[in-house]
C-alpha cells in the first residue's frame, strides 16, 4: 500500500496581503501528479485544508476540484480536519463522498473513526482523528458509562490519550493514525497558530500503536521520536522563516507489519519565497537580478543608513511581488536594543528563566521546576 501525506494546505491563505490560491492552485496540480507518478494508492490529508473556519467560495471551489480529480484517478483520499478548519464544514457529505473513496472525519463525538483497507499484506486500518481540545473530547464523553473510572480530561496530553485509547488499536495489525496536533519537541515556524504556554503539547508515546502517523499542524518537515511519527510540512511556505526550507510530499509505503518505507519527493512553487539583502544599489542592479526570477514573494532587507524615498514602490518596479521591505542599520539596531532592553528590565529573574528554559527545551518548565528555580533565585539574593 502505498500512501502520499500532505498537510495545511491553508487554502485561501494570504500572506503579507498577498493571495496565495493560484499558487495553492498550482501546487495542488503538481501534488495530483505525484500521486500518478509515484502510482500511489491514495492520499492522507492531515488538517488545515483551510486557512478559515468560514472559506471563500473560492477556497471551497479550489479543494473540491483538487478530492475530484483525485476521485477520478483512482486515489483514496482520507481527511482529517484542523484547528484551522470548521469540523462541521469539512464533515458535510462525508457519508456520500465515502461512495468515491473520500473518507473525511466527522465531528468528535467519542467513538473512533476507522477505514479499513486490503492490500496483498492483509487489511490495514487508518484512523482518523481530526483536531480535538480537551473541552470538545469532555463534551463527546460526558456521561459515557464506560470510561472505567477514569476521569474527563483537562489537557491535550489527557484528550489526546483518552481519545487513541478508545481506539481499541489491535497492535497484531497494521494500523495508521491521521491526526493535527502539536507533538511535545516539534519546532515551529512563523505561520503557525501558537499556544501560549505550549498548552496544547502532546507526547508522541501515546502513538506507540501505530505503524505510521500522519501529522499534521507543523509547518517543517520533521519526525518526532521515530521517523514513522511525522510531520510532512506545508506544501507552499507560509513565512519567511520558511524561506530555507524545501516543501516536499512525503510517501508513505507500507510492506507487512512492521515494514514502512518513507520517502520524499520535493515541490517546486510557482513562485519561490525568499529573502534578499544589500543595498538599494546593490539589489536594483541588473546584475544582480539577472539570473534570479524576480516574481518570486520576496522581504527585502536594505543596509542603506538612510531610508529610500518610496522605497517599496520603486522596489516593486523591478520585484512586483515584493511582500516586505525592512531596514538594518545602526539606528534600527539601536532601536531594537533599546527596546529589548527596556522589555528586559521589566522582567523578573524567574520570568527570564523560563523563556531561557523554553527556548532550549521547547517546552515550558513544570510546576515543580519552577518551584525549584524561585527558590533557588531566593537563596541567591
Given at each position: 500500500m502505498k500512501l502520499l501525506h500532505i498537510s495545511d494546505l491553508?487554502?485561501?491563505?494570504?500572506?503579507?496581503?498577498?493571495?496565495?490560491?493560484?499558487?495553492?492552485?498550482?501546487?495542488?496540480?503538481?501534488?495530483?501528479?505525484?500521486?500518478?507518478?509515484?502510482?500511489?494508492?491514495?492520499?492522507?490529508?492531515?488538517?488545515?485544508?483551510?486557512?478559515?473556519?468560514?472559506?471563500?467560495?473560492?477556497?471551497?471551489?479550489?479543494?473540491?476540484?483538487?478530492?475530484?480529480?483525485?476521485?477520478?484517478?483512482?486515489?483514496?483520499?482520507?481527511?482529517?480536519?484542523?484547528?484551522?478548519?470548521?469540523?462541521?464544514?469539512?464533515?458535510?457529505?462525508?457519508?456520500?463522498?465515502?461512495?468515491?473513496?473520500?473518507?473525511?472525519?466527522?465531528?468528535?463525538?467519542?467513538?473512533?473513526?476507522?477505514?479499513?483497507?486490503?492490500?496483498?499484506?492483509?487489511?490495514?486500518?487508518?484512523?482518523?482523528?481530526?483536531?480535538?481540545?480537551?473541552?470538545?473530547?469532555?463534551?463527546?464523553?460526558?456521561?459515557?458509562?464506560?470510561?472505567?473510572?477514569?476521569?474527563?480530561?483537562?489537557?491535550?496530553?489527557?484528550?489526546?490519550?483518552?481519545?487513541?485509547?478508545?481506539?481499541?488499536?489491535?497492535?497484531?495489525?497494521?494500523?495508521?493514525?491521521?491526526?493535527?496536533?502539536?507533538?511535545?519537541?516539534?519546532?515551529?515556524?512563523?505561520?503557525?497558530?501558537?499556544?501560549?504556554?505550549?498548552?496544547?503539547?502532546?507526547?508522541?508515546?501515546?502513538?506507540?500503536?501505530?505503524?505510521?502517523?500522519?501529522?499534521?499542524?507543523?509547518?517543517?518537515?520533521?519526525?518526532?521520536?521515530?521517523?514513522?511519527?511525522?510531520?510532512?510540512g506545508t506544501p507552499l511556505k507560509y513565512s519567511f522563516s520558511e524561506a530555507e526550507q524545501e516543501k516536499s510530499v512525503t510517501v508513505v509505503e507500507l510492506g507487512g507489519k512492521g515494514q514502512v518505507g518513507i520517502s520524499t519527493v520535493p515541490l517546486v512553487p510557482l513562485h519561490d519565497l525568499r529573502r534578499i539583502r544589500g543595498t538599494y544599489l546593490e539589489v536594483t542592479a541588473r546584475d544582480f537580478y539577472q539570473n534570479m526570477d524576480t516574481k518570486d514573494y520576496v522581504q527585502i532587507t536594505l543596509t542603506d543608513e538612510e531610508d529610500i524615498p518610496d522605497g517599496l514602490q520603486k522596489l516593486r518596479i523591478i520585484y512586483p511581488n515584493l511582500m516586505r521591505l525592512e531596514y538594518d542599520n545602526s539606528r534600527t539596531k539601536q532601536n531594537r536594543f533599546i527596546e529589548r532592553a527596556e522589555e528586559i528590565e521589566q522582567k523578573s529573574e524567574l520570568e527570564l528563566f523560563a523563556e531561557f528554559y523554553e527556548l532550549q527545551n521547547n517546552q515550558p518548565m513544570s510546576d515543580e521546576q519552577t518551584a525549584l528555580v524561585a527558590q533557588l533565585i531566593e537563596e541567591c539574593k
Open positions: 491553508h487554502i485561501g491563505k494570504r500572506v503579507n496581503e498577498f493571495s496565495m490560491i493560484e499558487d495553492q492552485k498550482y501546487i495542488l496540480r503538481r501534488i495530483l501528479a505525484i500521486a500518478d507518478e509515484e502510482q500511489a494508492d491514495g492520499v492522507m490529508i492531515a488538517g488545515d485544508i483551510y486557512d478559515k473556519p468560514v472559506p471563500s467560495a473560492e477556497a471551497v471551489g479550489v479543494f473540491d476540484w483538487f478530492l475530484t480529480e483525485l476521485a477520478d484517478h483512482g486515489k483514496k483520499v482520507y481527511a482529517v480536519s484542523g484547528n484551522h478548519d470548521s469540523a462541521e464544514r469539512i464533515a458535510f457529505g462525508a457519508q456520500l463522498m465515502s461512495g468515491r473513496g473520500v473518507f473525511v472525519s466527522p465531528v468528535y463525538q467519542g467513538d473512533p473513526v476507522m477505514v479499513s483497507v486490503q492490500d496483498p499484506y492483509g487489511e490495514l486500518c487508518i484512523y482518523l482523528l481530526p483536531f480535538i481540545k480537551p473541552a470538545a473530547v469532555r463534551h463527546a464523553l460526558e456521561g459515557i458509562p464506560d470510561l472505567d473510572g477514569k476521569t474527563l480530561p483537562e489537557s491535550y496530553q489527557d484528550a489526546v490519550a483518552l481519545a487513541v485509547e478508545r481506539m481499541n488499536v489491535d497492535r497484531s495489525k497494521r494500523n495508521i493514525l491521521i491526526a493535527h496536533q502539536f507533538v511535545t519537541g516539534a519546532g515551529r515556524c512563523d505561520s503557525e497558530e501558537v499556544s501560549v504556554g505550549g498548552l496544547d503539547n502532546v507526547d508522541a508515546d501515546i502513538f506507540d500503536a501505530f505503524d505510521y502517523v500522519a501529522l499534521g499542524h507543523i509547518h517543517s518537515p520533521q519526525y518526532m521520536k521515530r521517523e514513522t511519527v511525522r510531520y510532512c
